[in-house]
């Protein structure tokens, strides 16, 4: 604040104001015109009330007895902060600013000891159960994806075994026994079976009637695979139409078409707020388990994703050549096509293929509620102890979604850099239309197997399972008596402090690694450069396996809860935060370090003067982002173990209450939109 | 060939862009707008095409009021006026070609032009308008890879595509170097002169209006000012369109 500000505060209050806020916290700071900060105060301080009150009746949080009066101890932090702010007043007053850091830190201490209690962190599970940990972790190095056969009894041969094996045939030694891939990576990838011919191959003469033939039998993966892309395209399409009608630009031309897009852009608001995870809890009531229920719930929650993604693009376009286009007599149709369908195709395609990849990361866990793909695969062998199959399906789970994100960034970076004209009238030689052809039939023949494998079902789809009317009934009239809001709203606060506790503790472990895993601090020193890619491998393997796979191991290693749930969290937040400050520690601007350095300064001088104030404005704006995603993340973990809103949710459907579920996905979403909306906005006041 | 009468625009938020301003444009006549910005220049030229409708008046293009026409109407109308714009509004990643080639949309079938089919003569028409502006060779290279210049070349070839009898060019030349400016107008200038075409452009600089126009009128907070001949805008006329602080400066 400068001094011509602080000559605006009268005098004659200030004194007031130190009593103002020692009766109500902020007021005083409402008092010296500092609005915001006062009602910010005043709001932390009911908020923190509440939670401390809360805690201490439902989980005996800070319980201490002070000569036959119980209370919570978390009310001395709150003095020192109702005290803070008194000081604040008085420092604001003579200085005319003041520090905010006394007041975070007593705010810090009563949430995360609420945090800490409420979501059952027990670190001496960690210890104790230790061995059983030790078990897992072996079973987890050593997959079940080839076997041995020696003397006709077959072995897991993993890692080491394999090693060994390659070892003595590169180097002509004797060894006993074959390896094939084992049957659980043949379950998980596909297999050649002898099966009776399909009609198409009769039709077509090229199998008899009644006879086998060999055929490719998808695998758990390839059907994954398959739920990912099929969705991705169902999606794309259907979000065109419904973009267009939640883009302003485009709606505010007709008459009562500003009443659609706020419709629009509210749906589609609370379509995303459901996870997709969610909505197949839903969309089993309505077509029944299996793939087809997982596309479904893929879809839903893709279209609407997408459709605010290329609303946002169709608002952005120029309206420069739509006016020329528009003045040289072309119609609504060919204005579309010249000046609006050039200027989207890219991003369009830009955004579907990064929704693929979102959406092949999600195939992989909707399993575990719809039934089908490689998520039903690891609830299966979970269940029965099968943590070596398990470790199988987490590596190839691994290896392909690296992939996918490999591919789909390297794409999108193709189409948004791409420079060459899209010119159909220029080259039209018999090569491209070949070329062309191949990639029609290739599309057409991938999409009739991915149809055919996912079993997609138009019937199916048409005619509602027998509970799905009294869901709709239900979800419309949804119980909120204050039993059941009560416990639903104590969830969801487990919830809301799960995904806290888990982006903490992620944030902690990715501090360190994302130096490491930043290029323009790594490149000139070998070692350094092998940490380099060390870093960034482990970061991008963490991060392809969604927090549903983990939350098994963590199961068996602390028990069920919201602490298993917890750690599981952690591992993704790590693995993502590490992947976003290491990128903000590769953008950082080299100029200033070069003029802090031109000054004389030394090493550490230059990193406090140059480096941390361009780094830690994004570092905390990732922070805020990642515990807004470890919301949406936290309220389905309950479906594996994990705790929380989720574990409620799931109960509820399960024995058909309906009504009660509902309360749950109302719940959810007003936070998740909440948490969305203040996190876009503080983001967007730190950058 | 094109008379406006009394033409009012009220933008929806009270701003008053027109104020009965009445003018008539004879055939083959180089007619340039003046005036400050926000005089009404760009609105004036957008009621021509209907761009943007006129709140009242009349405009008459050939005996036919615009402003009663249909849907299908006006863009019958609008297919036999050019455009030129400031910004030169290309679609950024499309080919040169592909930009020109929409200048004849108001021509063809919806459907054969959705699925990019254009006859063959429509293509030699095409080719021959990028002549016409000396870009034949930038046919097949993306619109965004040209210079300023360059594009707004690219403008006029998609203007010509239409066989207009009227170009209208909202300050063709503002978002150009001074040098660029001359060359713009002097493709303005020769299908003024050669082809008969009629053309209404508005233009910042005074001595560009001196040097290309047979004609002048100029706004001044939407209102007519000034009708006549080029030199007939004195130093007290100047002042008059530009306000009392208002020096006069040239452009190279």
Redesign the interface.
Known sequence: MTTSEKSLIPSTNSSLSVFFSSILPGLGQFFLKKRERGLLIFLTSLVLAFLIYWSLDNQEVGKINIGGLTTSWLWLPFILFWAWNVVDVHVLRVHGRSTILPGLLFVAIIIYVIAWQVTGVRLNRLVERFDDARIVAANLLNPDMITISVRGEDKICAWSCMYSYIGDKLEGRPREGIIRPSDNLLRIIGSIKPLPAPEWQVNLGLAEPGSEVNTFVAGTMIETIAMGLMATLFSTILAIPVSFLAAHNIMSRFPGGTVIYYAMRGILNIVRAIDTIVWGLIVIVWVGLGSFAGVIALTIHSVAALGKLFSEEIEHIDAGPVEAVTATGANLIQTIRYAVVPQIVPSFLAYSLLRWDINMRSATVIGFVAGGGIGFFVVETTRMGGYQQYATALWVVAIVIVLVDYISSRWREAILNDQSPRDETNQRSVFNALRLAFYVILGVAVFAYCWNITEISIRSLLDPGKNFGQLILDFLNIDLTPAVVQVVVQQMLVTIFQAMLATTLGAFLALPVSFLAAKNLTGSNQLLGWLYYLARGVLNILRSIEALLYVVIFVFWVGIGPFAGMLALSITSFALIGKLFSEAIENIDAGPIEAVIATGANRLQMIVYAVLPQIVPPFISYLIYQWDINVRMATIIGFAGGGGIGLTLTTFFGSLQYHKAGTVVAVIVIVVALMDFASAKLRRALV | MLKVENLTKTYPNGTQALKNVSFEVKAGEFLAVIGLSGSGKSTLLRCI?R?IEPTSGKIYWNGQDTTAASNAGI?????????V?Q????????????NV???????VN?LS??L?I?SAED?QRAMASLEQVGLANKA???AD?LSGGQQQRV?IA??L??SPNLI?ADEPVASLDPVLAHSILKYLEQLNKERGITVICSLHFLDLVHRYATSAIALKDGELVFQGLPKQIDDAQFKAIYGQEAERVSAV
């Open positions: 095409n761009l863009r019958k109308i609008r297919r036999q006026i050019g455009m714009f910004q030169f509004n290309l679609v950024k990643r499309s080919s040169v070609f592909t080639m929409s200048g004849r949309l108001g021509y919806t032009s959705s990019h254009f293509r097949h290279v993306r890879s403008g998609r203007a595509m239409q209208l």
